[in-house]
Each structure stands twice: as structure tokens, then as C-alpha cells.
């Protein structure tokens, strides 16, 4: 999950930025579909939103099988916040805000970091987060190369500038998050739920680990989202960048 995330309503920019040429069509490539096309911004506008590339998860096994298991999830456990199937990642880099429209093809440039060998991970159910206020599918297995690139394209994004330094930088571990306390540090009703929470997953993991598998490679997509923009109630959290850079 990326650090530090929360829901922030998001500055109005101007007309510069919905214009955007070869940068959203960049993207849109990324993303392994069309995208909507608009001019080169202005080097002064930068959205509101804390960035980060990401590799969605809906699709994966472990995405449909947590659409199949989250309304029981959301019934058992009415005291959490289930993630959306829509929401479901792994946070490869997370750029924070301040991010400049006029940096995003560097950003992309050390960010978009996937593994150069296929690799399908083996779950484990844990909590997470600076106050263990998450529950997490933590992936084991990441190729060590592969977790040493994005290690030193952090170093490299955080000497260039281009994203906010935190804790998280020194190392990679690719997770999944399925459950948040509504409080972090959690209360002692948050942590009780978040504890049950684990153990009744972690059986069904062990059940049967083949239905919560993510397996990644060299063409995997890998994605620029944004956190903390307004959203209708019941949308997902996250926004792809290149559909928020488009719209009027």
C-alpha cells in the first residue's frame, strides 16, 4: 500500500494541463490500451494527488478470489475497510505529492520498474503498515534482482528530487492489502478485528495458496496511479494518472 496515502479533495488546474500530447499517449501505452490525447502542459502545474506506480491486481487469482470472499469479509468483520477489488495493487514506487507534470516522464523513467523473469509469488497472510493497521497478502518469491532495481530507482528518484523520501525506501516488499483499520494507530477494537481478520483469511490461504497467487514478468503492466483525489462515494480510491490527466 503506499505510505502515508489519505483522501485529500484535489485543487482545480487549468486548462494547460487536460492538454497534454505525447505525454497521456505515453501512458496510454503503459497501460496496454488507448488513451485520450491532450497538449503539452505548462512546467507550473502540478495536480493535487500523491503518485505512485503500481501493478493492479484485480485481474490476478488473488483479485477474483477476493472478489468471491469480500462481501463475507465485509459481513464478518463490520468494524474494517475491505479493499475494493478495483483497488487491489502492489505499490512499486511510491512518488508522493508535489509531483510536477514536466518530471512525469523521468518519474516514469525510474518508477516503472518490472522484473526482467516471470515469477509467481506464494501468499502469506500478515499485518503491515508503521502501526500494523493493515492486513496484507504478503508475495514471497520477488527474483532478488528485481527487488534490487527498485531499490536503487528510489535512490535514484530521491537524489533527482522527484519524489518524497521515506521510510519504505531501503527495501521492497510486494503485498497486496485486503483490510484497514478504520483508525491508525488502531484501537484495542481495531486490532481485535484486524487479528480475526488474519487468522480467518490465513486458513483459506493455506486451504488452498494456488487461489490467492499473483504471478509477475517482463510484460506485466505497470501503471502511474494517484491517491487522495475526490471521488464519488463507492468509486474506487486509486485513479489511473493518464485518465485523470484527460478529463475536461
Known amino acids: 500500500m503506499p505510505g502515508g496515502l489519505v483522501n485529500r479533495t484535489p485543487r ?8 497534454a500530447v505525447g505525454l497521456v499517449a505515453a501512458l496510454g501505452a ?4 488507448p488513451r485520450p490525447v491532450a497538449a503539452a502542459p505548462t512546467a507550473e502545474v502540478s495536480p493535487a494527488g500523491a503518485l505512485f506506480s503500481t501493478i493492479p491486481c484485480a485481474e490476478t487469482p488473488l483479485g477474483r478470489e477476493w472478489s468471491r470472499l469480500r462481501g463475507e469479509a465485509e459481513a464478518r468483520f ?3 475497510v475491505m479493499t475494493r477489488v478495483e483497488d487491489l495493487h502492489i505499490t512499486i514506487v511510491y512518488i508522493g505529492e508535489g509531483w510536477r507534470v514536466d518530471d512525469l516522464e523521468r518519474i516514469r523513467a525510474h518508477s516503472l520498474v518490472g522484473p526482467r523473469e516471470p515469477a509467481s509469488f506464494r501468499p502469506e497472510v500478515v499485518r503491515f503498515g508503521r502501526n500494523n493497521q493493515v492486513v496484507v497478502v504478503e508475495l514471497h518469491g520477488a527474483p532478488e534482482s528485481w527487488l534490487a532495481s527498485i531499490v536503487a530507482e528510489k535512490d535514484t528518484l530521491n537524489r533527482l528530487g522527484l519524489k518524497r523520501p521515506e521510510a519504505y525506501d531501503a527495501a521492497f516488499r510486494p503485498h497486496v492489502t485486503l483490510a484497514s483499520a478504520r483508525r491508525s494507530p488502531p484501537d484495542s477494537a481495531d486490532a ?3 487479528g480475526e481478520f488474519r487468522s480467518w483469511l490465513a486458513q483459506r490461504v493455506v486451504a488452498d495458496e494456488g487461489r490467492f497467487t499473483v504471478t509477475v514478468g517482463p510484460d506485466t503492466p505497470i501503471r502511474l496511479w494517484l491517491a487522495g483525489t475526490a471521488r464519488p462515494p463507492g468509486a474506487p480510491i486509486y485513479v489511473d494518472l493518464a485518465e485523470f490527466l484527460a478529463r475536461p
Open 30 to 33: 503503459c497501460a496496454g490500451r
Open 78 to 80: 463490520p468494524g474494517l
Open 192 to 194: 481485535s478485528a484486524l
Open 12 to 19: 482545480r488546474f487549468g486548462a494547460a494541463l487536460v492538454a
